[in-house]
């Protein structure tokens, strides 16, 4: 069990590992251009020599997409709790949320820089229409999926239907909201990048629109580096706080 899970630990690391070696190797042995495919080595090198921009650009499209994410969290657990607490709003708001959410979020971009001006607020507001909808799904999903058996039971018992809802709906939805909450920050981080790109003077979207115009494709892939290890760390604090907090949804893959 032990070497199972240590295995499992480095598992990643190690595919990582043979992945930058493959392709350093690729980029090496057939003189791959840094101007079309940066080698692993030189994304390294342009890490190090622009840190601190990196950094100043990273920290900016971090706090942005932590407020857009904060407003998705906020709407998306309102939403969900009043979809999923009664049938008639379920009928009525879930086809048209799924409409909404169908639309290219990319879209809107030019739309809020109209309504708010270049800055952060369309980036903003982009991390949070495009991360919205999946917190909002999981918790309807979570309450209208309420066994009618157990919600009978409890009412014989005397709950009301907002004890109902509020100590066992929303307790059964943890596991959902903490699934919703992983993918939803790995989508924030994209809202907020490709609105960066196009109505932004600063942050990694910005950044990655830059370098792309001056041929320095290495500070690009390392600015997309530097996004993708943000969502990653953010995604594994979910799931610490998700292990910790919803272990009794989990307890027979963990036994198992």
Not at 73 to 90: E, N, P, T, W
């Amino acid at each position: 069990m032990a070497h199972r899970k240590t295995a499992e630990r480095w598992a990643p690391w190690l595919l990582l590992g043979a992945i930058l070696i493959l392709w350093q190797v690729i980029c090496s042995g057939l003189g791959v251009s840094e101007f079309i495919f940066p080698s692993p080595a030189r994304i390294a090198e342009q890490l190090v020599e622009h840190r601190g921009a990196i950094a100043q650009h990273a920290w900016r499209t971090f706090w942005v997409t932590m407020a857009g994410f904060a407003i998705a969290i906020v709407v998306g657990v309102l939403l969900g709790f009043l979809i999923g607490s009664s049938r008639l709003a379920y009928a009525a708001l879930y086809p048209l949320m799924t409409a909404f959410n169908a639309l290219p979020k990319a879209a809107f971009v030019p739309i809020l820089v109209v309504w708010f001006g270049i800055g952060i607020g369309p980036a903003i507001l982009t991390a949070f229409l495009i991360s919205f909808f999946p917190i909002m799904v999981n918790i309807a999903t979570g309450l209208a999926t309420l066994e009618p058996e157990l919600e009978d039971v409890l009412r014989v018992l005397g709950a009301r239907r907002w004890d109902v809802l509020t100590k066992v709906g929303l307790p059964r939805s943890l596991p959902y909201f903490f699934g919703s909450l992983k993918v939803a920050i790995t989508l924030a981080f994209v809202g907020t990048t490709v609105s960066e790109m196009t109505a932004a003077n600063e942050g990694i979207g910005y950044l990655l629109i830059s370098a792309g115009s001056a041929m320095q494709m290495g500070l690009a892939f390392a600015g997309l580096i530097v996004v993708g290890a943000m969502a990653m760390l953010m995604y594994e604090l979910f799931s610490w706080i998700e292990r910790h907090t919803t272990g009794w949804a989990h307890r027979g893959s963990q036994a198992a």
